[in-house]
């Protein structure tokens, strides 16, 4: 069993930095891989950004060298730095974990509760 629980979000203007954070605890089986998605009103959950837990990465195309994903030492806290924010970032915000590589696509097995971020333009 893994326990995720997400914080960070809020409201920004565009152009706008946010840190969200996820504090992970359970299985550090089941967090070899963990992981962003975002959901926006009347669409599909897609993931954001992807890290396992020897270091990789991924990310969907519009948040690349704009997003950073990264991990505490202890892997227990994932974090999703978030620069240059527009308004199609808005969105749920959920931080995701599971030992199966799934990387972007959304059958993780454990899911946080979600974060809000709003950003006006």
Not at 60 to 82: E, H, V, W
């Amino acid at each position: 069993q893994v326990y995720l629980m997400e914080s960070g979000g809020g409201s920004v203007q565009a152009g706008g930095s946010l840190r969200l954070s996820c504090v992970a605890s359970g299985s550090t089986y089941d967090r070899y891989y963990m992981a962003w998605f975002r959901q926006a009103p009347g669409k599909e959950r897609e993931g954001v950004a992807v890290i396992s837990r020897d270091g990789m990465t991924l990310y969907q195309d519009p948040a690349k060298g704009r997003f950073t994903i990264s991990q505490n030492s202890a892997k227990d806290i994932l974090y999703l730095q978030m620069n240059g924010l527009k308004p199609n970032d808005t969105g749920l915000y959920y931080c995701a974990a599971d030992h199966v590589a799934w990387w972007l696509r959304p059958q993780y097995k454990y899911w946080g509760q979600g974060t809000q971020v709003t950003v006006s333009s």
